[in-house]
């Protein structure tokens, strides 16, 4: 095995890298959570993994250009986000830049594994990583609903008790949890869409969900089932 092989991160598996971080991601949100209430904690993580996420994108030169422009403005934003007063005018502006390059992650990475010539594992790592950042990105976008319209979702009355004198951060991340209840179509009912563009991202996101791993995942998983044989 050569010395490139064995190198944790490397450019022939930029997608295995970011799943890692985003399944780093789901684990360390939750269990740091018990140790600490910090309102800002979402803030923090996010911010943490936009910066891997710009690291691995940038390290490719056709996406040095694109990947910087929308990712340092994004970090930037997510890092004064992070230090600065919890308040709804602070909040827009690194919520939009995130939610930009958030997009381009998915748009680039779908490009990737659909047209580019990746070994057959690596574009379903890309698969997983692209299915992921929507999470994330219609989170994103309901993070926006909601600091435009204050009643676009309606949540049970444990729920509206447990967030009673929080911020948009710790809402934020309400909203997250929202978003991937909603593409798995799984649905408590502890949390409902109300306005009309929030009822609309919701059904396009749980259809979104449900074809893509009908589609996407299940074809790559084929596919590389036969190279294996092959």
């Keep these: ?45 996010t911010t943490g993994l936009l910066i891997f996420a710009l690291f691995e994108i940038t390290r490719r030169a056709t996406d ?33 830049l995130g939610t930009l390059f958030l997009a381009f ?11 580019g010539s990746r070994m057959s594992s690596e574009k379903i790592y890309g698969a997983v990583c692209a299915y992921l950042l929507i999470g994330f990105l219609f989170a994103n976008i ?28 710790r809402i934020q991340g309400v909203l997250n ?10 649905g408590y009912g502890d949390m409902s869409p109300v306005s009309q563009a929030a009822r609309s991202f919701a059904w396009v996101q749980a259809v979104i969900g449900q074809l893509y791993l009908a589609v996407v995942i299940a074809a790559l998983v084929g596919a590389h089932i036969a190279d294996r044989k092959h």
């Design 1 to 45: 095995m050569t010395l490139k092989n064995r190198r944790l991160l490397s450019a022939d598996h930029i997608y295995r890298d970011l799943t890692v971080a985003l399944a780093v991601f789901f684990l360390l949100g939750p269990a740091l959570s018990l140790v600490t209430d910090s309102p800002k904690l979402y803030n923090y993580l």
């Design 64 to 96: 040095l250009v694109i990947g910087l422009a929308l990712g340092v403005p994004a970090v930037v934003g997510g890092v004064f986000n992070a230090a600065t007063p919890d308040t709804p005018t602070f909040n827009l502006v690194p919520l939009i």
């Design 105 to 115: 992650l998915v748009w680039r990475i779908l490009k990737d594994v659909i047209d």
């Design 142 to 169: 309901y993070g926006f609903i909601a600091l435009v319209d204050a009643d676009a979702f309606s949540l049970s009355t444990e729920l509206e008790n447990h967030l009673v004198g929080s911020g948009h951060s």
């Design 177 to 186: 949890y929202f978003s991937f209840v909603t593409m798995s179509t799984l």
